[in-house]
């Protein structure tokens, strides 16, 4: 299937975000997909799945979050995710500004819009349904970020969620208190946790700038608790598909 893509300016955050639109064969509206990276920054990874959206007949964006920035040093990348995950509004104005440019988008079906995410792009897509976004669906991958209390009464949607058995981020009293918060709200809500993986389970090595590592290895420095699973990063992303064909 031909897939066209471009990039597509946004201010957001007070920065000028660069995201990646990817559009379907054909000229009539289609469903459609926001996509959030991981803590890092969109990548040429992302932007693949976006791509690989396309080609399933999505209109998709993967969405920029640090103004076309990759962080691959852990410590300055921390340094700006972490002031993020602690202000939803902050969050939620990054979520609205991708959204709008997805919207803005002539083969984008308005009433068929669902988010996921990895990592800060999955909390981001979190905030999208508390803030009452009317998505189709949410999920995220190693984003298990609770909200403000009663908040999740505003998710209109199912609400799909991974996380790797070792992951140190996503412990166990994380996991229990994001699903006891969709539980309460009422969500339509599912967890699944694959065994033996650790954070960002679902994205390959790479190296300094970004690009994956051809050779398996890690250019940058990373966190404890941090490495990749090919099988589960697999079984994650046709876990998402699968979603987004029952939702959207």
């Given at each position: 299937?031909?897939?066209?893509?471009?990039?597509?300016?946004?201010?957001?955050?007070?920065?000028?975000?660069?995201?990646?639109?990817?559009?379907?064969?054909?000229?009539?509206?289609?469903?459609?997909?926001?996509?959030?990276?991981?803590?890092?920054?969109?990548?040429?990874?992302?932007?693949?799945?976006?791509?690989?959206?396309?080609?399933?007949?999505?209109?998709?964006?993967?969405?920029?979050?640090?103004?076309?920035?990759?962080?691959?040093?852990?410590?300055?990348?921390?340094?700006?995710?972490?002031?993020?995950?602690?202000?939803?509004?902050?969050?939620?104005?990054?979520?609205?500004?991708?959204?709008?440019?997805?919207?803005?988008?002539?083969?984008?079906?308005?009433?068929?819009?669902a988010a996921i995410g990895y990592g800060t792009g999955g909390a981001i897509g979190l905030e999208l349904g508390r803030?009452?976004?009317?998505?189709?669906?949410?999920?995220?991958?190693?984003?298990?970020?609770?909200?403000?209390?009663?908040?999740?009464?505003?998710?209109?949607?199912?609400?799909?969620?991974?996380?790797?058995?070792?992951?140190?981020?996503?412990?166990?009293?994380?996991?229990?208190?994001?699903?006891?918060?969709?539980?309460?709200?009422?969500?339509?809500?599912?967890?699944?946790?694959?065994?033996?993986?650790?954070?960002?389970?679902?994205?390959?090595?790479?190296?300094?700038?970004?690009?994956?590592?051809?050779?398996?290895?890690?250019?940058?420095?990373?966190?404890?608790?941090?490495?990749?699973?090919?099988?589960?990063?697999?079984?994650?992303?046709?876990?998402?598909?699968?979603?987004?064909?029952?939702?959207?």
């Amino acid at each position: 299937m031909t897939v066209t893509t471009r990039s597509v300016s946004h201010p957001a955050d007070g920065l000028e975000m660069v995201s990646h639109l990817a559009l379907p064969a054909g000229d009539g509206r289609r469903p459609a997909v926001l996509i959030g990276p991981e803590g890092p920054g969109l990548n040429a990874f992302q932007r693949r799945r976006a791509d690989a959206l396309a080609e399933h007949g999505y209109v998709a964006l993967a969405f920029d979050i640090h103004g076309g920035r990759w962080f691959d040093d852990p410590q300055e990348m921390l340094a700006r995710v972490m002031p993020l995950l602690g202000d939803p509004e902050r969050l939620r104005d990054i979520g609205r500004s991708a959204l709008d440019v997805l919207l803005a988008e002539p083969r984008t079906d308005p009433d068929r819009v669902a988010a996921i995410g990895y990592g800060t792009g999955g909390a981001i897509g979190l905030e999208l349904g508390r803030a009452g976004v009317p998505l189709r669906a949410i999920a995220t991958v190693n984003g298990l970020i609770t909200g403000r209390p009663g908040e999740a009464a505003n998710i209109r949607c199912p609400v799909w969620a991974g996380v790797g058995s070792e992951d140190p981020i996503q412990a166990p009293a994380q996991r229990e208190a994001f699903t006891t918060e969709m539980q309460e709200a009422g969500v339509d809500w599912r967890l699944v946790v694959y065994g033996g993986a650790q954070h960002a389970f679902h994205h390959p090595p790479t190296n300094p700038d970004g690009s994956i590592a051809a050779d398996g290895s890690y250019g940058q420095t990373v966190l404890p608790g941090v490495g990749h699973h090919a099988r589960h990063a697999q079984r994650a992303w046709d876990d998402v598909v699968r979603l987004l064909a029952e939702c959207v």
